[in-house]
Protein backbone atom coordinates (compact mmCIF):
# COMPACT_ATOMS: atom_id res chain seq x y z
CA UNK A 1 0.00 0.00 0.00
CA UNK A 2 2.57 2.12 1.36
CA UNK A 3 4.44 1.42 -2.02
CA UNK A 4 2.08 2.10 -4.42
CA UNK A 5 0.92 5.81 -2.74
CA UNK A 6 4.88 6.80 -3.56
CA UNK A 7 4.64 5.50 -7.19
CA UNK A 8 1.78 7.55 -7.72
CA UNK A 9 3.14 10.78 -6.17
CA UNK A 10 6.30 9.89 -8.33
CA UNK A 11 3.97 10.10 -11.79
CA UNK A 12 2.07 13.05 -10.81
CA UNK A 13 5.77 15.13 -10.47
CA UNK A 14 7.02 13.79 -13.52
CA UNK A 15 3.58 15.03 -15.45
CA UNK A 16 3.80 18.25 -13.47
CA UNK A 17 7.71 18.30 -14.92
CA UNK A 18 6.67 17.79 -17.97
CA UNK A 19 3.85 20.26 -18.66
CA UNK A 20 6.26 22.86 -17.39
CA UNK A 21 8.61 22.18 -19.98
CA UNK A 22 5.87 22.64 -22.57
CA UNK A 23 4.36 26.10 -21.06
CA UNK A 24 8.44 27.54 -21.38
CA UNK A 25 8.92 26.59 -24.64
CA UNK A 26 5.41 28.51 -25.73
CA UNK A 27 6.01 31.53 -23.88
CA UNK A 28 3.15 33.90 -24.39
CA UNK A 29 4.37 37.68 -26.23
CA UNK A 30 2.71 39.65 -23.52
CA UNK A 31 5.92 37.89 -20.86
CA UNK A 32 8.44 38.94 -23.08
CA UNK A 33 10.60 42.09 -22.44
CA UNK A 34 10.19 44.61 -25.16
CA UNK A 35 13.07 45.63 -27.07
CA UNK A 36 15.80 48.18 -25.82
CA UNK A 37 15.03 51.57 -28.16
CA UNK A 38 18.26 52.73 -29.64
CA UNK A 39 18.90 56.10 -28.96
CA UNK A 40 20.71 58.14 -31.35
CA UNK A 41 22.47 61.51 -30.95
CA UNK A 42 22.71 63.42 -34.17
CA UNK A 43 26.47 65.38 -33.90
CA UNK A 44 25.95 68.80 -36.07
CA UNK A 45 28.19 71.66 -37.20
CA UNK A 46 30.16 73.40 -34.70
CA UNK A 47 32.14 76.43 -34.53
CA UNK A 48 33.31 79.85 -33.07
CA UNK A 49 34.54 83.34 -34.26
CA UNK A 50 37.07 84.93 -32.45
CA UNK A 51 39.15 88.36 -32.84
CA UNK A 52 42.46 88.10 -33.73
CA UNK A 53 45.08 90.85 -33.34
CA UNK A 54 48.40 89.56 -32.87
CA UNK A 55 50.98 92.33 -31.92
CA UNK A 56 55.07 92.09 -30.95
CA UNK A 57 56.98 94.85 -29.68
CA UNK A 58 60.93 94.93 -30.70
CA UNK A 59 63.55 97.09 -29.12
CA UNK A 60 66.92 97.22 -30.58
CA UNK A 61 69.97 97.90 -28.45
CA UNK A 62 73.05 99.25 -29.95
CA UNK A 63 76.57 99.79 -28.79
CA UNK A 64 77.39 103.13 -29.97
CA UNK A 65 80.72 103.18 -29.20
CA UNK A 66 84.04 104.03 -31.79
CA UNK A 67 84.11 100.28 -32.33
CA UNK A 68 80.89 99.55 -33.93
CA UNK A 69 80.79 101.94 -36.76
CA UNK A 70 81.04 98.90 -39.34
CA UNK A 71 79.17 96.82 -37.47
CA UNK A 72 75.89 99.13 -37.39
CA UNK A 73 76.40 99.57 -41.39
CA UNK A 74 76.06 95.68 -41.65
CA UNK A 75 73.21 95.61 -39.28
CA UNK A 76 71.77 98.18 -41.34
CA UNK A 77 72.78 96.58 -44.97
CA UNK A 78 70.55 93.51 -43.72
CA UNK A 79 67.95 94.51 -41.60
CA UNK A 80 65.51 93.99 -44.56
CA UNK A 81 65.77 90.14 -44.25
CA UNK A 82 65.04 90.87 -40.36
CA UNK A 83 61.48 92.66 -41.72
CA UNK A 84 60.86 90.69 -43.93
CA UNK A 85 60.43 87.83 -42.05
CA UNK A 86 57.81 88.82 -39.43
CA UNK A 87 56.52 91.68 -42.02
CA UNK A 88 55.11 89.38 -44.59
CA UNK A 89 52.07 88.51 -42.26
CA UNK A 90 50.13 91.60 -43.03
CA UNK A 91 47.94 90.58 -39.54
CA UNK A 92 50.97 91.24 -37.12
CA UNK A 93 50.71 94.31 -36.18
CA UNK A 94 54.47 95.43 -34.51
CA UNK A 95 56.83 98.71 -32.98
CA UNK A 96 60.09 98.96 -33.59
CA UNK A 97 62.08 101.15 -31.50
CA UNK A 98 66.24 101.90 -30.92
CA UNK A 99 68.10 102.59 -27.52
CA UNK A 100 71.86 102.50 -27.35
CA UNK A 101 73.91 101.12 -24.81
CA UNK A 102 74.13 103.06 -21.61
CA UNK A 103 77.56 104.15 -19.74
CA UNK A 104 76.42 105.12 -15.80
CA UNK A 105 80.07 105.66 -14.61
CA UNK A 106 80.80 108.41 -17.00
CA UNK A 107 77.08 109.74 -17.57
CA UNK A 108 75.56 109.54 -14.23
CA UNK A 109 71.78 109.11 -14.12
CA UNK A 110 70.30 111.66 -16.50
CA UNK A 111 66.23 112.54 -16.05
CA UNK A 112 66.57 114.51 -19.32
CA UNK A 113 68.49 114.89 -22.95
CA UNK A 114 72.22 116.43 -22.89
CA UNK A 115 72.17 118.53 -26.14
CA UNK A 116 75.87 119.79 -25.27
CA UNK A 117 77.02 115.92 -24.75
CA UNK A 118 74.59 114.37 -27.32
CA UNK A 119 73.74 111.83 -24.52
CA UNK A 120 70.21 110.54 -24.05
CA UNK A 121 68.94 109.28 -20.14
CA UNK A 122 69.31 105.87 -20.01
CA UNK A 123 66.38 103.36 -22.15
CA UNK A 124 65.07 106.42 -23.70
CA UNK A 125 64.61 105.58 -27.51
CA UNK A 126 66.11 107.16 -30.10
CA UNK A 127 64.41 109.95 -32.28
CA UNK A 128 63.82 108.11 -36.06
CA UNK A 129 65.91 109.56 -38.86
CA UNK A 130 64.59 110.27 -41.98
CA UNK A 131 65.66 107.75 -44.96
CA UNK A 132 68.12 109.75 -46.57
CA UNK A 133 69.77 109.68 -42.49
CA UNK A 134 70.44 113.59 -43.19
CA UNK A 135 67.41 114.91 -40.42
CA UNK A 136 65.81 113.71 -37.47
CA UNK A 137 62.09 113.16 -37.59
CA UNK A 138 60.62 114.60 -34.58
CA UNK A 139 56.59 115.28 -35.63
CA UNK A 140 56.28 110.74 -34.96
CA UNK A 141 56.63 108.82 -32.24
CA UNK A 142 60.37 107.43 -31.58
CA UNK A 143 59.09 104.54 -33.00
CA UNK A 144 58.47 102.37 -36.42
CA UNK A 145 54.82 100.90 -36.97
CA UNK A 146 53.52 99.09 -40.13
CA UNK A 147 51.44 102.41 -40.80
CA UNK A 148 54.53 103.90 -41.38
CA UNK A 149 53.90 103.62 -45.30
CA UNK A 150 58.60 104.43 -45.54
CA UNK A 151 59.06 102.18 -41.81
CA UNK A 152 62.09 100.37 -43.78
CA UNK A 153 63.81 103.14 -45.37
CA UNK A 154 63.43 105.00 -41.98
CA UNK A 155 64.66 101.69 -40.10
CA UNK A 156 67.53 100.81 -41.87
CA UNK A 157 68.90 104.90 -41.64
CA UNK A 158 68.03 105.03 -37.98
CA UNK A 159 69.95 101.57 -37.04
CA UNK A 160 73.21 103.40 -38.15
CA UNK A 161 72.86 105.27 -34.84
CA UNK A 162 76.00 106.63 -34.78
CA UNK A 163 79.24 106.26 -32.84
CA UNK A 164 80.58 108.90 -30.54
CA UNK A 165 84.15 109.19 -30.04
CA UNK A 166 85.30 108.00 -26.14
CA UNK A 167 87.34 111.78 -26.33
CA UNK A 168 83.79 113.53 -27.25
CA UNK A 169 81.91 111.61 -24.23
CA UNK A 170 81.37 108.58 -25.36
CA UNK A 171 80.84 105.08 -23.88
CA UNK A 172 83.37 103.20 -22.22
CA UNK A 173 82.06 101.32 -19.95
CA UNK A 174 79.42 99.95 -22.02
CA UNK A 175 76.00 99.07 -20.31
CA UNK A 176 73.78 96.78 -22.96
CA UNK A 177 71.68 95.39 -20.05
CA UNK A 178 70.46 98.07 -17.74
CA UNK A 179 68.88 99.96 -21.04
CA UNK A 180 66.38 97.41 -21.12
CA UNK A 181 65.56 97.91 -17.61
CA UNK A 182 65.26 101.61 -17.95
CA UNK A 183 63.48 101.67 -21.56
CA UNK A 184 60.34 99.80 -19.47
CA UNK A 185 60.49 101.85 -16.28
CA UNK A 186 57.14 104.15 -15.69
CA UNK A 187 58.93 107.20 -16.40
CA UNK A 188 59.87 106.27 -19.56
CA UNK A 189 56.60 104.56 -20.41
CA UNK A 190 54.55 107.57 -19.16
CA UNK A 191 57.13 109.81 -20.87
CA UNK A 192 59.20 109.67 -24.10
CA UNK A 193 58.64 105.89 -24.36
CA UNK A 194 54.84 106.23 -24.36
CA UNK A 195 53.05 104.59 -26.86
CA UNK A 196 55.80 102.33 -27.62
CA UNK A 197 54.97 98.82 -25.29
CA UNK A 198 52.09 97.09 -25.08
CA UNK A 199 51.50 94.67 -22.65
CA UNK A 200 49.04 92.62 -24.18
CA UNK A 201 51.75 91.84 -27.49
CA UNK A 202 55.28 89.44 -27.69
CA UNK A 203 58.42 91.55 -26.63
CA UNK A 204 61.44 90.78 -28.74
CA UNK A 205 64.96 92.22 -27.28
CA UNK A 206 67.87 92.65 -29.58
CA UNK A 207 70.91 93.56 -28.37
CA UNK A 208 74.34 94.59 -30.82
CA UNK A 209 77.33 95.04 -29.03
CA UNK A 210 80.93 93.59 -29.41
CA UNK A 211 81.10 94.14 -25.47
CA UNK A 212 80.54 92.51 -22.57
CA UNK A 213 77.68 94.48 -20.01
CA UNK A 214 78.84 96.25 -17.33
CA UNK A 215 75.71 97.35 -15.75
CA UNK A 216 76.31 98.13 -12.03
CA UNK A 217 73.53 97.42 -10.72
CA UNK A 218 72.02 94.68 -12.53
CA UNK A 219 72.68 91.03 -12.95
CA UNK A 220 71.84 88.96 -15.92
CA UNK A 221 69.25 86.56 -13.85
CA UNK A 222 67.70 90.09 -12.59
CA UNK A 223 67.20 91.80 -15.57
CA UNK A 224 65.87 87.86 -17.11
CA UNK A 225 63.19 88.43 -14.12
CA UNK A 226 62.28 91.83 -14.74
CA UNK A 227 61.36 90.61 -18.35
CA UNK A 228 59.25 87.27 -16.49
CA UNK A 229 57.51 90.03 -14.05
CA UNK A 230 57.02 92.99 -17.04
CA UNK A 231 54.95 89.95 -18.90
CA UNK A 232 53.83 87.83 -16.41
CA UNK A 233 55.23 85.28 -18.15
CA UNK A 234 57.37 82.54 -16.16
CA UNK A 235 57.55 80.50 -18.71
CA UNK A 236 59.21 82.61 -20.85
CA UNK A 237 56.64 82.63 -23.91
CA UNK A 238 55.83 86.03 -24.50
CA UNK A 239 58.87 87.64 -24.75
CA UNK A 240 62.24 86.81 -26.58
CA UNK A 241 65.88 87.40 -26.74
CA UNK A 242 68.68 87.94 -29.52
CA UNK A 243 71.78 88.29 -29.17
CA UNK A 244 74.28 89.68 -32.06
CA UNK A 245 77.33 89.90 -30.35
CA UNK A 246 81.25 88.75 -30.59
CA UNK A 247 80.74 85.30 -29.17
CA UNK A 248 83.10 84.00 -26.07
CA UNK A 249 86.21 82.06 -27.26
CA UNK A 250 84.40 82.92 -31.91
CA UNK A 251 88.04 84.84 -32.32
CA UNK A 252 85.80 87.82 -33.45
CA UNK A 253 87.15 91.26 -32.39
CA UNK A 254 85.82 92.57 -29.10
CA UNK A 255 86.12 95.45 -26.89
CA UNK A 256 88.31 95.35 -23.99
CA UNK A 257 85.60 94.59 -21.71
CA UNK A 258 86.60 91.27 -23.17
CA UNK A 259 83.98 88.54 -23.58
CA UNK A 260 80.61 89.14 -23.26
CA UNK A 261 80.07 86.65 -20.49
CA UNK A 262 76.71 88.78 -18.81
CA UNK A 263 75.02 88.93 -22.08
CA UNK A 264 75.65 85.22 -22.77
CA UNK A 265 74.30 84.98 -19.23
CA UNK A 266 71.45 86.73 -19.86
CA UNK A 267 70.55 84.93 -22.90
CA UNK A 268 70.71 82.01 -21.56
CA UNK A 269 68.68 82.87 -18.29
CA UNK A 270 65.74 83.68 -21.44
CA UNK A 271 66.57 81.08 -23.74
CA UNK A 272 67.68 83.71 -26.54
CA UNK A 273 69.68 83.54 -29.45
CA UNK A 274 73.07 84.12 -30.36
CA UNK A 275 74.27 85.82 -33.65
CA UNK A 276 77.93 86.41 -34.48
CA UNK A 277 79.26 89.81 -35.58
CA UNK A 278 81.18 87.43 -37.79
CA UNK A 279 78.83 85.13 -38.97
CA UNK A 280 79.44 84.31 -42.73
CA UNK A 281 75.92 84.18 -43.01
CA UNK A 282 74.90 87.10 -40.94
CA UNK A 283 72.15 88.28 -43.46
CA UNK A 284 70.39 84.25 -43.48
CA UNK A 285 70.63 84.50 -39.61
CA UNK A 286 69.00 87.43 -39.43
CA UNK A 287 66.52 86.11 -41.74
CA UNK A 288 65.17 83.68 -39.49
CA UNK A 289 65.35 85.51 -36.21
CA UNK A 290 62.60 87.81 -38.27
CA UNK A 291 60.82 84.22 -38.75
CA UNK A 292 60.82 82.81 -35.07
CA UNK A 293 59.55 86.82 -33.81
CA UNK A 294 56.95 85.97 -36.37
CA UNK A 295 55.93 82.85 -35.26
CA UNK A 296 55.79 83.31 -31.22
CA UNK A 297 54.14 87.22 -31.87
CA UNK A 298 51.45 85.16 -33.73
CA UNK A 299 50.71 82.20 -32.01
CA UNK A 300 47.61 81.70 -30.43
CA UNK A 301 45.74 78.66 -28.50
CA UNK A 302 42.36 78.66 -29.22
CA UNK A 303 39.91 76.01 -26.90
CA UNK A 304 37.03 73.94 -28.27
CA UNK A 305 33.98 73.14 -26.66
CA UNK A 306 34.52 69.40 -28.25
CA UNK A 307 36.57 67.45 -29.33
CA UNK A 308 36.65 67.14 -33.23
CA UNK A 309 36.68 65.29 -35.92
CA UNK A 310 39.99 66.47 -37.17
CA UNK A 311 39.37 65.51 -40.91
CA UNK A 312 36.42 68.28 -40.90
CA UNK A 313 38.00 70.97 -39.24
CA UNK A 314 38.59 74.39 -41.39
CA UNK A 315 40.43 77.62 -40.31
CA UNK A 316 39.46 80.94 -41.84
CA UNK A 317 40.94 84.31 -41.34
CA UNK A 318 38.23 86.06 -42.86
CA UNK A 319 37.99 84.66 -46.50
CA UNK A 320 41.85 83.40 -46.52
CA UNK A 321 42.24 79.36 -45.37
CA UNK A 322 44.46 78.69 -43.22
CA UNK A 323 46.63 75.30 -43.70
CA UNK A 324 46.75 72.66 -40.87
CA UNK A 325 50.50 73.30 -41.04
CA UNK A 326 53.42 72.75 -38.23
CA UNK A 327 55.14 76.01 -38.95
CA UNK A 328 52.80 78.00 -41.32
CA UNK A 329 49.29 77.23 -40.32
CA UNK A 330 47.70 75.74 -37.59
CA UNK A 331 47.28 72.32 -35.24
CA UNK A 332 45.07 70.44 -33.29
CA UNK A 333 46.42 69.78 -29.68
CA UNK A 334 44.02 67.40 -28.40
CA UNK A 335 45.49 67.38 -24.94
CA UNK A 336 44.00 70.80 -24.58
CA UNK A 337 40.96 70.27 -27.32
CA UNK A 338 42.75 73.56 -28.70
CA UNK A 339 43.43 74.51 -31.94
CA UNK A 340 46.86 76.39 -32.13
CA UNK A 341 47.63 79.16 -34.85
CA UNK A 342 51.12 78.83 -35.41
CA UNK A 343 52.06 81.48 -37.47
CA UNK A 344 54.08 81.90 -40.58
CA UNK A 345 51.33 82.27 -42.73
CA UNK A 346 51.23 85.34 -45.63
CA UNK A 347 48.16 86.45 -44.18
CA UNK A 348 46.41 89.72 -45.78
CA UNK A 349 44.64 92.32 -44.09
CA UNK A 350 41.22 92.31 -44.30
CA UNK A 351 38.52 94.97 -42.70
CA UNK A 352 37.10 93.33 -39.75
CA UNK A 353 38.04 89.76 -40.51
CA UNK A 354 38.30 87.14 -37.56
CA UNK A 355 39.83 83.81 -37.15
CA UNK A 356 36.41 81.29 -37.42
CA UNK A 357 36.82 77.70 -37.34
CA UNK A 358 33.89 75.24 -38.08
CA UNK A 359 34.30 71.09 -37.52
CA UNK A 360 32.33 68.38 -36.57
CA UNK A 361 32.53 67.06 -33.00
CA UNK A 362 32.75 63.94 -32.03
CA UNK A 363 30.45 62.25 -28.54
CA UNK A 364 32.61 60.25 -27.09
CA UNK A 365 30.02 58.94 -25.65
CA UNK A 366 28.45 57.38 -28.32
CA UNK A 367 31.46 56.02 -30.18
CA UNK A 368 32.04 54.37 -26.79
CA UNK A 369 28.81 52.32 -27.16
CA UNK A 370 28.32 52.64 -30.92
CA UNK A 371 25.67 54.61 -31.16
CA UNK A 372 26.69 57.56 -32.94
CA UNK A 373 24.99 59.23 -36.41
CA UNK A 374 27.30 61.73 -37.71
CA UNK A 375 25.57 63.87 -39.73
Known amino acids: MRNSMKSTILKVTFALFILGLVACSNESPELMAPPQEISVVKLQDSGLEIEYNPQVDILFVIDNSMSMDDDQVKLSQNIDRFVAGFAQNEVLDFHIGITSVYDTQRFGILTEYDEQNNRYPNGQLRPLKSEDGQGVLLDRPPYLSRGDGDYLGVLRSSLKLGVQPLVEGGPEFEESLSPIVSA ?20 AIVL ?73 NYGDRLADFGIEILKKATRKVIPLQHRPEFETIEVRYGQQLIPADDNVGWTYDPDQVAIIINGGTDLKQEEGAKINITYKPVDLTNLGNGRANRL
Do not use: W
Request: proline letters at 9%; a negative charge.
Open 208 to 280: ITDANDLSPNFTPQQVAQFLRNLKDDPAMERFSTYGVISPTDSGCAKDPSGDPIAIEEFLHETNGRILSLCET
Open 184 to 203: FSESMLMGPNAGFYRPEAHL
